[in-house]
């Protein structure tokens, strides 16, 4: 058995933590290359974990191979669905914890660790009630063909899935993932990001308490490069959800393709907000910092470029700048007065600041921000460049920041040609007073989600995914359950004779 060390967070809650890797509902000694996890406030090691190996990986999908085809593939979905609800009812008991963890290891602030209850964890909660309710539902059908012939489909569950999960929503990716993947009768291998662990090992702790079977829920932490890379071209791995970098997101798809593994991918966005002339003003800015500045700009579907029209540009500049600067609270992710954390790790603070270089060398006015926060730890102000244009690297690359790229137009072709002059096609916003228009412009914007008037909606019951070079296929409501399932078509000769 792994050990489990003892932590104690800045809030003043302990836990004992878990260690090693969880198969086959115990947690065992990995035999990878160890790795650090920081906490990115101070940028100091918290715990020094091992890696899962190749090895490591084949024992974690062999005990998913087992479940499966065992006493999980057994069960009626009804008692799936109790499963789901037990681990529900768990999550919810130790939601302070969970968004503790998060907030410890990642630097979630305000939004995401004081208003956690109400967030990240409270999105996971639901998404596993949604889940237990939807585990007996999942149905197929009959199709009339003739008289003499019956047809029908069933849906039934992919096998073993490998969800690999990214660090910027460490326990709602996970719930994302799992949840929809158990559900239809899957079993899963789960690979949390090396950066943000802490929380899938705990949630190891609860799959024991709800009394899963072994091996349904498996999670391998470790190096990228190695577990992840393993687990994507494992021959005996039926599908592979992945979250993360597009340039991640394509290794994948190629590892994936040695056995055609079904595959579902939510990769990277650069995602525009377009400011109509007729909009509220203060809505738009509002709207428009939160969707750019909250997690500290590490979202998918960040609204990092801004486009405004040319007669209220100036006002809706003064607007958000004014608007940034209230929030400017930059500093401890435990702490009540805070508003943005630190960045996840050194590689992204560093990348971060490479950007914002970028864009002053480049000729973007600067607004706000352009530097670093403090002396300690992985801190970036909040950076508000105007007058951009399209040719610039932070306009057409995605960041994962708290920077945003700001310029104006005249028309709305104009708005809606550089809103989709980009290889993502994640999500959108817009922002006007016109209910035609609205619907209008939503309908011509290359992305696969949109929002009027508002920026980052997201809910367990609505598709989530996007086009282009954003990812394929969709995560949560019934398109989830597509996703995790295959569909079977059963020909029944009721008497025709040859």
Request: hydrophobic residues 40%; contains cysteine.
């Amino acid at each position: 058995m792994a050990a489990a060390v003892e932590i104690s967070l800045p809030n003043g809650l302990k836990y004992s933590q878990p260690t090693g890797l969880f198969i086959g509902n115990e947690f065992v000694p990995a035999t990878g290359e160890k790795f650090a996890v920081i906490n990115p406030a101070t940028n100091e090691e918290v715990i020094t974990l091992p890696g899962a190996s190749e090895a490591d990986v084949d024992k974690a999908v062999a005990a998913a191979r087992r479940a499966f085809e065992g006493e999980w593939s057994e069960l009626a979905a009804v008692d799936r669905g109790s499963f789901l609800y037990k681990l529900s009812e768990l999550i919810d008991r130790d939601r302070k914890l969970l968004a503790s963890i998060d907030a410890f290891d990642n630097g979630k602030a305000r939004h995401t660790y004081t208003d956690a209850l109400e967030g990240d964890i409270d999105e996971s909660y639901n998404v596993f009630k949604y889940y237990a309710g939807a585990a007996d539902k999942i149905t197929g059908r009959t199709i009339e063909t003739s008289p003499a012939k019956l047809a029908y489909v069933l849906q039934e569950p992919l096998g073993v899935c490998g969800q690999i999960i990214p660090w910027n929503f460490p326990f709602m990716m996970l719930a994302w993932k799992v949840a929809p993947a158990l559900a239809c009768g899957n079993t899963v291998v789960l690979k949390p990001a090396e950066q943000t662990p802490l929380s899938a090992l705990y949630f190891g702790k609860l799959v024991v308490e709800a009394g899963l079977p072994a091996g349904v829920v498996n999670i391998i932490p470790g190096i990228g490069s190695v577990s992840g890379k393993a687990l994507a071209g494992h021959m005996d791995v039926d599908k592979i959800a992945f979250t993360g970098s597009t340039n991640t997101g394509r290794a994948i798809m190629k590892s994936a393709a040695n056995n055609l593994k079904n595959i579902t991918l939510e990769c990277g966005g650069k995602s525009p907000s377009i400011v109509f002339e007729d909009a509220d003003l203060d809505q738009a800015a509002k709207w428009c910092h939160s969707g750019i500045m909250y997690n500290q700009g590490q979202v998918c579907t960040s609204t990092s470029r801004i486009y405004v029209h040319e007669a209220v540009y100036d006002d809706f500049l003064k607007r958000f700048v004014e608007i940034t600067k209230e929030n400017a609270r930059v500093g401890d992710p435990f702490s009540s007065e805070t508003w943005q954390g630190p960045q996840v790790s050194q590689a992204q603070y560093d990348k971060i600041l490479s950007y914002i270089e970028e864009g002053k060398s480049s000729g973007a006015r600067l607004l706000h921000g352009g530097s670093k926060h403090g002396s300690k730890g992985l801190f970036i102000e909040p950076t508000v460049f105007a007058d951009t244009t399209e040719d610039m690297k932070i306009i057409q690359e995605e960041i994962f920041g708290p920077v945003v790229a700001i310029s104006k137009f005249s028309t709305e072709a104009e708005a809606i040609a550089k809103a989709n002059d980009t290889s993502y096609g994640l999500a959108a916003a817009l922002f006007t007073e016109k209910i035609s228009k609205a619907h209008k412009v939503a309908r011509k914007l290359q992305a696969g989600m949109v929002w009027i008037n508002s920026s980052n909606d997201s809910h367990f019951g609505i598709p989530f995914g996007g086009y282009k070079s954003s990812g394929i296929g969709r995560e949560l409501g019934q398109y989830a359950l597509d996703a995790y399932t295959q569909s079977k078509a059963v020909h029944v000769n009721l008497g025709s004779r040859l």
